[in-house]
Nanobody, 121 residues
Framework: VQLQASGGGLVQAGDSLRLSCAAS????????VGWFRQAPGKEREWVAA???????YYADSVKGRFTISRDNAKNTVTLQMNSLKPEDTAVYYC????????????????WGQGTRVTVSS
């Protein structure tokens, strides 16, 4: 599975942004897909994930503001980010793995290249 993340940019606090993760590979629909982010000088942290059945789960820091969805027919996963805050500034990565309820980097086998999100105050 190859992943390509896109949609990052520079926005102001309170704005919205939509990230996309495009995948290639016939088994994409059977994987959990997650989004992670890494801010400068910080560890990469898990943000949200969606299982192959469509079950979604979120980090507390983004719950209620971010929505993850998938379209298996188009091999894409989208992260809709609303009410953005300066602390959301990071490089965002999408990843895919076979394990449901995956929240840790080691549970994901495939990674995209990252897309940068900058939120100004």
């Amino acid at each position: 599975v190859q992943l390509q993340a896109s949609g990052g940019g520079l926005v102001q606090a309170g704005d919205s942004l939509r990230l996309s993760c495009a995948a290639s590979g016939r088994t994409f629909s059977t994987y959990t897909v997650g989004w992670f982010r890494q801010a400068p000088g910080k560890e990469r942290e898990w943000v949200a994930a969606i299982s192959w059945t469509g079950y979604t789960y979120y980090a507390d820091s983004v719950k209620g503001r971010f929505t993850i969805s998938r379209d298996n027919a188009k091999n894409t996963v989208t992260l809709q980010m609303n009410s953005l805050k300066p602390e959301d500034t990071a490089v965002y990565y999408c990843a895919a793995g076979p394990r449901a309820m995956a929240r840790h980097r080691g549970e994901y086998d495939y990674w995209g290249q990252g897309t940068r999100v900058t939120v100004s105050s």
